[in-house]
């Protein structure tokens, strides 16, 4: 069964820190290119944040390197997403995506890459 289920997100004001996570069930998240996105009202869904099946590799988005850090960790099933000196921009709708099997690759940050999404988690900075 596929499940992703984010948590954690809230409204804090700049300069705050709020960390996501998301919780997969074994088969999404076993093996798969995990990733965050976002999006605000009006706007596409972009993509923040991704990590290889391992772990090793990360992927930002230029908007959120160097205050964005995304983790996994395998025995839980989980990938977090750090985010610090939060500001107003990034007042959005969090989605956790996991890759699939399958399916054509775009890169770690284009949401057609990814076939598993959550339902997300609202993250509002004001």
């Known amino acids: 069964d596929v499940q992703l289920v984010e948590s954690g997100g809230g409204v804090v004001q700049p300069g705050a820190s709020l960390r996501l996570s998301c919780a997969a069930s074994k088969y999404t998240y076993n093996s798969n290119f995990m990733g965050w996105f976002r999006q605000a009202p009006g706007k596409e869904r972009e993509g923040a944040a991704g990590?290889?099946?391992?772990?090793?590799?990360?992927y930002y988005a230029d908007s959120v390197k160097g205050r964005f850090t995304i983790s996994r960790d395998n025995a839980k099933n989980t990938v977090y997403l750090q985010m610090n000196s939060l500001k107003p921009e990034d007042t959005a709708m969090y989605y956790c995506?996991?890759?699939?099997?399958?399916?054509?690759?775009?890169?770690?940050?284009?949401?057609?890459?990814?076939?598993?999404w959550g339902q997300g988690t609202q993250v509002t900075v004001s």
């Open positions: 990590i290889t099946s391992g772990g090793v590799g990360t």
């Open positions: 995506a996991a890759r699939g099997y399958g399916g054509n690759w775009y890169g770690p940050l284009e949401k057609a890459s990814y076939g598993y």
